[in-house]
């Protein structure tokens, strides 16, 4: 029967892997209704979102209401409840930043990822691309930051150079 | 002695908790609309504002008082900050007042005409969000929301569930349940009271207004009433009338003039209620199994057990509520002997109760397509009903309930406060056990607003424990005593609405406890008033027995007067997707992950099924997800395997599961 076997996908067994990992994140800070946001720190970090049902099963290990859970996590603009890219692309849109254009900068990086109006993620989540009030880097102004990196004085040029590269690294990583 | 000013006039300082209580106190009505002496401070509505010398303005609710200081209750600033809370509040909200539900009951409107707020400064609310309305009991309207949090706070708090809680943040604030579902998708037991301390018509009581009157103006219906015992010592307060006052001979008159052609009353199906619960107890007693007897009379405790405990719902009562055996009573029998089909009654209720609204939709009670009961109207509703027709309440002559169902003892009123079911099943059960009669019939201490009443109870040398709680927060806290083996009880009356259904969401608003306690007096009053005290005394009640009944807990009074509960998922939603197959036949594996089956280990029966596919190498042949309620909780851990499901799947179960039910099933 091995015909029916899909095209091999090493992702599909990332969910299981993940639900483990709630597990352990849930036991290593305790079921403690006081850690609820560290444990969803590390959750999201581990889906790079926060799932209903998962919300749910934490809810439920640490005896609160999902509603509560659900408040929380809606609360810090940290935590997303949709799934986003593998790349979140930060924009800054502070005023420093606003000034010196982060306007064009963004547009390009929505073209270049070739995002739809009104939607934050690619489809493939690949990227995911937000502006952000301050980054607190006005000197290099106008910033964006793709996942933990900085990158300084944006211009829409740069941009697709700096995509370039990602793309090529993620060529070489397959 | 310690003492402070308020109003250029010095106080003494008792034990007032916040400065509102102590100038509450002292008769100055501060306003408020997240205040409560039932629930914890919240401080966020900024209307009991005051100003201290030295320290401005403060939240009087969430301020001790201290010696020394000068309070203002009415300064300029206190009148200006207040006014324009008002306004900021009424211009985020929907202010379509003439058509709203709670119009003339809301506390905002109130205050905006007490305060005299004539203009809004910041203009109106453009967002519409839309309106919750899947419920059967309870409407949500976002747009009518201050914010205030009474509803979270009484949700999670007093009645210990936490459906609603806050969600966004900023201007975005919303309340609702989680995931932005609505209520019939969650765990809401539709008790109501969410609705019962809103200040305006965010949440409201769903009205059926209009299938009442539709029914009344159909010819071809014969349209019966069933009044419930709470109903008659809360109505007249719509009407003028102190709190506490038996209506009933009036509640009656003006269903009659209202176009109901037959008036009964609740309180004979709640003593057949006592019967039959009683021979229940009894026979555990004597058998003792699956005790403590909890009862089953409150619909919102019922839809809380089946979501929270689904293993004590072996220990609930089969016996039908009280508003169901009286609708089983009048389509199943006593339309034969008015020679009607079932489907020509229209039964309607008047409760107190919003649960009671979901409770005639159970699928248990209907009856080959036709409900036991056609609709629920609340205290409240009634009121509108008579004041929509024109009738003068005052001025009504008494009349009295029809018969056959309209002759009640005392038993059967005091239903109506917390503590009166098991006060009438008590009386019950010393004559049942002892086979002398009952002298002294009051038994006190299970009376009153007391969160738990306890009463150990000499039923003839044996010695019955008995506890009665009301709040489900008080439910739930006492159920988790039993379940660690810290108490022990034959006898559990629940009742979700503190004080028992005096107080429950469908009588008129009332915050004040003091209302509620003169209620519960009332009823007392009421239980005294009756000719007879005991429900196995009415003589009703005996001839329901001598021809159609036979005799309690017959085979008969089951199929009618009984019925069976369901365990439910607290929230419905998807499920954890773990292992996907890749095979066209594949074998669907689901772990229950609910809150049963995961506090007995049902996680390690997920790994260990993992670790046992792996080791097949099967991995890959196995659709495997966690889900939140396979509803088997009773022989929980349970995993369906395609559509079977499996009980008892306990970890060290799981190679023997794996071996009869997938190892076998699978390709390799």
Not at chain 1, 6 to 14: F, G, H, R, S, Y
Not at chain 2, 185 to 195: I, K, L, P, Y
Not at chain 2, 226 to 246: M, N, S
Not at chain 2, 387 to 402: P, T
Request: proline share 5%.
């Amino acid at each position: 029967m091995d015909t029916d076997i899909l095209t091999e996908e090493p992702q599909a067994m990332i969910p299981r892997r993940r639900f483990e990992k709630v597990n352990e994140i849930i036991e290593r800070n305790g079921k403690l209704q006081a850690v609820l946001i560290p444990i969803l720190q590390e959750v999201q970090a581990e889906y790079r979102y926060l799932p209903e049902e998962i919300l749910t099963y934490i809810a439920m290990v640490l005896n609160l209401s999902p509603a509560t859970v659900y408040g929380v996590a809606t609360f810090y603009a940290q935590f997303s409840l949709e799934p986003k890219g593998k790349y979140v692309i930060k924009i800054c849109d502070g005023t420093a930043c606003h000034v010196r254009g982060s306007d064009p900068v963004k547009d390009a990086i929505r073209k270049r990822v070739g995002l739809k109006e009104g939607c934050p993620t690619t489809t493939d989540l690949k990227y995911t691309v937000e502006t952000i009030s301050c980054l607190g880097a006005c000197g290099l102004a106008p910033v964006i930051m793709i996942n933990e990196k900085i990158y300084g004085q944006m211009t829409p040029q740069a941009i697709n150079i700096i995509i370039d590269k990602l793309e090529t690294e993620e060529g070489d990583a397959k | 002695m310690n003492t402070l000013s308020v109003d250029h006039q010095t106080v003494a300082i008792k034990n007032e908790k916040s400065l509102l209580e102590l100038i509450r106190n002292m008769g100055i009505e501060l306003p408020t609309f997240c205040y409560n002496s039932e629930l914890s401070i919240y401080g966020a509505c900024r209307m009991c504002v005051v100003e201290i010398e030295g320290r401005g303005i403060v939240a009087s609710c969430s301020t001790p008082p201290a010696p020394g200081m000068k309070i203002f209750t009415n300064s300029p600033r206190v009148q200006r900050v207040r006014k324009t809370v008002l306004e900021l509040l009424l211009a985020n909200h929907d202010r379509e007042c003439t058509t709203c539900e709670k119009s003339g009951h809301c506390k905002l409107q109130e205050l905006a005409e007490r305060f005299g707020v004539r203009k809004i400064r910041y203009g109106e609310r453009d967002l519409k969000l839309p309106l919750d309305t899947s419920g059967k009991s309870l409407v949500r309207d976002p747009n009518k929301c201050i914010l205030c949090g009474d509803c979270v706070r009484m949700c999670w708090e007093v009645q210990g569930i936490g459906v609603l809680n806050f969600s966004n943040r900023g201007s975005k604030v919303q309340v609702g349940p989680a995931f932005n579902k609505n209520l019939a998708e969650v765990d809401c037991v539709n008790c109501g009271q969410c609705s019962a301390i809103c200040p305006t018509g965010a949440i409201v009581v769903k009205s059926e207004i209009d299938a009442a009157w539709t029914a009344l103006h159909d010819p071809t219906k014969l349209v019966v009433v069933q009044v419930a015992p709470a109903v008659r010592v809360a109505l007249g307060e719509e009407f003028g009338l102190p709190a506490g006052e038996i209506v009933t001979g009036k509640v009656v008159a003006a269903l009659k003039k209202l176009g109901f052609d037959k008036v009964f009353d609740t309180c004979v199906s709640a003593d057949l209620t006592v019967l039959e619960e009683t021979h229940e107890l009894v026979e555990r007693l004597e058998n003792p199994a699956d005790l403590p007897l909890f009862t089953s009379c409150c619909p919102a405790w019922v839809k809380y057990a089946e979501h929270n405990e689904p293993e004590f719902l072996k220990h609930l009562s089969t016996c039908r509520s009280p508003q169901q055996m009286f609708g089983s009573l009048v389509k199943k029998y006593w339309a034969k002997e008015m020679g009607k089909k079932p489907e020509d009654i229209f039964t309607v209720s008047i409760m107190p109760c919003t649960a009671k609204k979901f409770e005639i939709t159970r699928p248990e009670f209907t009856t080959d397509g036709i409900p036991d009961v056609d609709l629920v109207l609340t205290t409240q509703e009634l009121a509108r009903m008579i004041r929509e027709s024109g009738l003068l309440f005052h001025q009504l002559e008494a009349a009295s309930f029809d018969t056959p169902f309209g002759f009640t003892s005392g038993a059967g009123v005091i239903f109506g406060a917390s503590g009166g079911v098991a006060e009438a099943a008590l009386r019950a059960a010393y004559e049942m056990i002892s086979g002398k009669v009952l002298e002294q019939v009051n038994f006190e201490e299970v009376r009153g607003f007391q969160g738990l009443k306890e009463a150990a109870v000499n039923l003839d040398g044996n010695e019955i424990k008995v506890a009665v709680v009301h709040g489900l927060g008080n439910a739930k806290k006492l159920i988790g005593k039993i379940k660690t083996g810290k108490s022990f009880y034959h006898f559990v009356e629940v009742m979700a609405c503190p004080g028992g259904c005096i107080g429950g969401a469908g009588q008129p608003v009332a915050v004040e406890k003091a209302v509620k306690e003169a209620r519960a007096k009332g009823i007392y009053h009421a239980d005294i008033l009756s000719q007879l005290r005991k429900s196995q005394d009415n003589p009703i009640i005996a001839k329901l027995y001598e021809k159609w009944l036979e005799q309690p807990n017959s085979h008969e009074a089951h199929a009618t007067m009984h019925t069976k509960y369901i365990t439910r998922g607290r929230i419905t939603g998807e499920d954890i997707q773990l292992l996907t197959s890749k095979h066209q036949q594949k074998l669907d594996v689901a772990v229950c992950v609910g809150t049963c089956c995961y506090l007995k280990g049902s996680y390690d029966t997920l790994q260990e099924l993992m670790r046992r596919a792996d080791q097949a190498g099967i991995g890959d042949q196995i659709n495997l997800h966690a889900t939140f309620c396979l509803e088997g909780c009773s022989q929980s851990p349970s995993v369906r395997i395609n559509e079977e499901i499996v009980g008892g799947v306990s970890p060290e179960q799981v190679d023997s599961v794996f071996t009869s039910k997938i190892l076998n099933r699978s390709q390799r």
